[in-house]
């Protein structure tokens, strides 16, 4: 290797740093809220910089600026310093790769596992050029480094991506893969290269963390090759799949359900259903205290043995978690309607026996019940995942009373806000200026230490903490000075008001602290403020190292913003939508990548894969290859355009086409994009034992299920096929039912009505096209008209016989 490992360093000009540099330490010197990055290290002075102060600095190091790095600090000088740089928590990808560009000019060469191993916590910065040129057998050897392996957490999703491929090339078949892949980068493995085979390692397997969509592949495999299923960990019972419980023995099936409530694992409100479904097939099941709690939100009180009273049904159902149905769904209303019921609270008092009973179901009380009666279960509400703005408004008036055994929030303590933190959301601004200040923000600075609190929530708590009236203030207050220990504290949003914050924060520290900055839960007028500082320092568009730096900014920026950037990278595709923008903006955001001359490669898929997948044009959608596909994460396009999933659909067929033969494997690929499938691929799946369920069903293309006849549904639907007739008012599933023969809906045994009688001539589709009226109309129509002709030709054939 030459002094250039990887054929492909960047020169920065040098010029350029410098007038950066020069007016950076002019506005430091303009600045009394200025505190220089590294305390003792005067921006300016690139000669106080030796081998020993970079040792000495440990975390501080954190605060030099790419400009330093650049200009200051010689590369041997960096060389020497590794083994004390490369253990900094927290460098930034900008920084940790201005150091390795000194580095690799110097001549530091990565020839085995221990040298890239060396560069520790400086991986963040490593390009994926950079790591594409390193040999697959030397990226092996360095994970088996576990303090390396450790580091791989913080690197960006692209290049997670590319370890990952090539700890594929470097490993012999999947045990070796699962072996050496660090917990970090197993979410990145590819779904379609989790195949067990005949011969695995279960503790291996055992031991990672595996996604649902990669469990699900894995767990069919599994189950079939190990006896003892209480010996799987949740991390891989997570994965179970309808078709599977559907092939199982009774007795199997029910020591899996006791592993599954044993071992608390987590399941989806599909994999619920399904298991459900499935006890039933065995009569009124048994040994209902071993079973997963959330599995009695699909059990109905009539489905349980005979001993079982409404009460010891209604506890069940309290103790799970309702969350994983949608709030306010006809579900959970039956649900919260049934207990009532039997508790026979038929006015607004509900007891403190009864809210026990209740359980999590208190979380769908109304604002009446609330008003009338919650103070008796006013910390039964702590554990609720949201509330409607009836229920928010409710909880406020009820806490700022002081009808509650907390007392007004005036008189409130350390304890009162412990049992009240789940509620510390809905909290409004006369409840906040209430709690005495000296309670509320050293409790508030200790919980958020303990506590992750979505950013938009603790912004809301910021701005009911600001007072409700500003003042303009002529320059910054003495005793505002920004300080690094202020840039360091998480809540800086409470310290600083709209105003306060326009005035201490300069443009020379927003740059420098931009990504830590923009992490914090400031309030909406104070992302303003930082936007319009940005604004005005990059009057013609954003670069691209602010662009990933901007995290809340993003929710201020506008389409015509965006139509100023210009960023190609997929690392700062995943950062913007990391962020979660609203379609319009994210929209622009992606077409802005691709314009760019982004591609969409499977770490750029991931990034607009869940909620965004429908923004890309045909354009972009042809653009994507089988492979990007197959190395993608699971693609949600139930909700696209037609046109999406038409074009999607022939890609992971043939990217998946190696797994063709292999069920439930395939079908697992396939199913998110099987809304572009054609009737004649729905009929082979139907074959294959899938147990589709209904929401899947609905999404298909309506041209391809009208061709299905109720015996090829039937075999589709599996144990889901009694969901038709729940379903049957759906337009979707009517539009079926009224096109199929009524003696075959009969076969289904679910009760259908509406199909055709025996006798009735079914008119094809091209010639209803040519009437108008509803598709069912026009049917009935066109059968009526040709009946008496089909009666006439009966007689006159038996009359000439």
């Known amino acids: 290797m030459g002094r250039d490992p990887f054929g492909i360093m960047l020169r920065r000009s040098r010029v350029f740093a410098c007038i950066v540099m020069a007016g950076w330490v002019m506005a430091a010197a303009a600045s009394s809220a200025l505190k220089l990055p590294v305390a003792g290290l005067p921006g300016s002075q690139c000669d106080t910089f030796s081998p020993a102060i970079l040792n000495s600095l440990g975390q501080k190091a954190l605060g030099l600026s790419v400009q330093q790095i650049e200009n200051c600090i010689p590369g041997n000088m960096l060389a020497s310093s590794l083994p004390s740089l490369s253990k900094v928590q927290g460098w930034d990808p900008e920084q940790a790769g201005a150091i390795l560009e000194k580095l690799f000019s110097f001549g530091y060469q990565i020839q085995d596992g221990q040298s890239l191993a060396a560069l520790g916590s400086l991986v963040v910065g490593l390009s994926h050029t950079s790591l594409e040129s390193i040999p697959a057998q030397v990226v092996l050897d360095a994970v088996k480094v576990p303090s390396f392996a450790k580091q791989l957490e913080t690197v960006p999703p692209t290049l997670k991506t590319a370890f990952v491929e090539k700890l594929v090339a470097s490993t012999a078949g999947f045990n070796d893969l699962v072996k050496y892949t660090p917990d970090s980068l197993v979410p990145y493995l590819p779904k379609s290269l989790l195949v067990p085979g005949d011969t695995f390692n279960i503790q291996d397997l055992n031991d990672k963390p595996w996604t649902p969509e990669q469990a699900a592949m894995l767990f069919p495999d599994i189950i079939k090759r190990v006896p003892e299923i209480h010996s799987l960990s949740p991390s891989i019972l997570q994965g179970v799949t309808c078709a599977v419980a559907a092939d199982m023995a009774d007795e199997r099936f029910q020591q899996l359900l006791s592993v599954l409530g044993q071992k608390n694992v987590q399941l989806s409100e599909e994999q619920l259903s399904c298991l459900a479904k499935r006890v039933l097939l065995s009569g009124p099941p048994e040994d209902l205290n071993n079973y997963p709690k959330d599995l009695f939100l699909f059990l109905r009180p009539s489905d349980l043995a005979a001993g079982e009273n409404c009460k010891e049904y209604v506890t069940r159902v309290g103790k799970a978690n309702i969350d994983v149905l949608e709030k306010d769904s006809p579900q959970r209303k039956q649900l919260l309607s049934e207990a009532l019921a039997c508790l026979d609270i038929h006015d607004l008092q509900v007891t403190k026996e009864d809210a026990a009973i209740l359980g999590h179901l208190v979380c769908d009380l109304g604002a009446d019940y609330i008003t009338a009666s919650g103070n008796n279960f006013l910390t039964q509400l702590n554990q609720c995942q949201s509330f409607t703005p009836e229920q928010i408004k409710a909880i406020q008036a009820l806490l700022s009373s002081g009808r509650t055994s907390f007392g007004l929030p005036s008189t409130w303590s350390t304890s009162t806000l412990e049992k009240l933190s789940g509620l510390l959301p809905v909290f409004d601004h006369s409840i906040l200026q209430s709690i005495p200040a000296g309670v509320l923000k050293p409790w508030l600075k200790d919980f958020l230490h303990h506590t992750h609190m979505p950013t938009e929530q603790l912004a809301s708590v910021v701005k009911n903490l600001h007072p409700s009236r500003l003042k303009r203030n002529s320059g910054c207050p003495a005793d505002k000075t920004i300080t690094q220990e202020m840039l360091d504290d998480e809540l800086m949003p409470l310290y600083y008001n709209n105003e306060e914050l326009r005035q201490c924060l300069d443009d020379a520290t927003l740059q420098a602290n931009l ?115 197959k190395s993608a994460k699971t693609l949600n396009i139930g909700g696209c355009p037609q046109t999406t999933k038409d074009i999607l659909y022939p890609k992971a067929k043939r990217a998946y086409s190696d797994r063709h033969n292999e069920f439930p494997a395939y079908y697992n690929l396939i199913k998110p994009y099987l ?32 061709q299905l006849k109720p015996t090829d549904v039937k075999h589709l639907l599996g144990m889901n096929v009694a969901e038709l007739k729940t379903q049957e008012n759906d337009p979707f599933v009517r539009d079926w039912i009224v096109k199929q023969k009524q003696s075959e809906l009969d076969s289904l045994g679910l009760g259908l009505r509406g199909g055709i009688p025996d006798g009735y001539i079914v008119v094809p589709d091209e010639e209803k096209k040519q009437t108008s009226g509803a598709p069912r109309a026009a049917t009935i129509a066109h059968l009526l008209h040709l009946f008496p002709a089909f009666l006439l030709t009966l007689l006159l054939a038996s009359f000439l016989s």
């Open 675 to 706: 809304g572009g499938a054609p009737g004649e691929d729905l009929r082979a799946l139907s074959k294959n034992n899938v147990n589709m369920d209904i929401n899947t069903f609905k999404g298909l293309r309506k041209d391809a299920v009208m």
């Open 515 to 629: 990504n830590k900055i923009s992490s914090y839960a400031f309030t909406e007028e104070q992302l303003m403020v930082l936007k319009e500082k940005l604004d005005r320092i990059y009057p013609t568009g954003y670069p691209d190292s602010v662009i990933r730096s901007m995290g809340g900014i993003l929710s201020l920026v506008t389409p015509e913003d965006i139509k100023k950037w210009k960023f190609s990278s997929p690392d700062t595709l995943v950062a913007l939508l990391d962020n979660a923008p609203d379609d319009e903006v994210a929209r622009e955001i992606i077409q802005q990548y691709g314009k760019s001359g982004g591609q969409f490669d499977a770490t750029a898929l991931d990034a607009v894969g869940g909620r965004y997948m429908c923004s890309l044009t045909q354009g972009q959608l042809k653009t994507i290859t089988e492979k990007a596909i």
